[in-house]
Nanobody, 122 residues
Framework: QVQLAESGGGSVQAGGSLRLSCAAS????????MGWFRQIPGKEREGVAC????????AYADSVKGRFTISRDNSRKTLYLQMNSLKPEDTAMYYC???????????????WGQGTQVTVSS
């Protein structure tokens, strides 16, 4: 059974940084593409970043390109999202997900975590 658990969310002022983590268990982590999504209440979930199984290929949404970095540690079965130069519009619930491939910055997810809230104040 695939289990994904996000952590690292919180409140930060604009211009600040946060690092999200996603601990995976219950499946062959290194065989799956991984990605981060975010969702604001009342809006569709947005694919933020996606990374290949070995980490050599990455894709980002235009809204976060140059500010966010996705990475993974297959030995620790952990996915990361380093978020720098945060803006109030980055405020959302952030979810990690596992899937077979990516469509740009969107992982075609088969499993999701419960999410971690990020709030950026101006």
């Amino acid at each position: 059974q695939v289990q994904l658990a996000e952590s690292g969310g919180g409140s930060v002022q604009a211009g600040g940084s946060l690092r999200l983590s996603c601990a995976a268990s219950g499946y062959s982590y290194s065989n799956y593409y991984m990605g981060w999504f975010r969702q604001i209440p009342g809006k569709e979930r947005e694919g933020v970043a996606c990374i290949s199984t070995g980490g050599s290929w990455r894709a980002y949404a235009d809204s976060v390109k140059g500010r966010f970095t996705i990475s993974r540690d297959n030995s620790r079965k952990t996915l990361y999202l380093q978020m720098n130069s945060l803006k109030p519009e980055d405020t959302a619930m952030y979810y990690c997900a596992a899937g077979q491939t990516c469509n740009g910055a969107t992982v075609l997810a088969r499993a999701w975590g419960q999410g971690t809230q990020v709030t950026v104040s101006s």
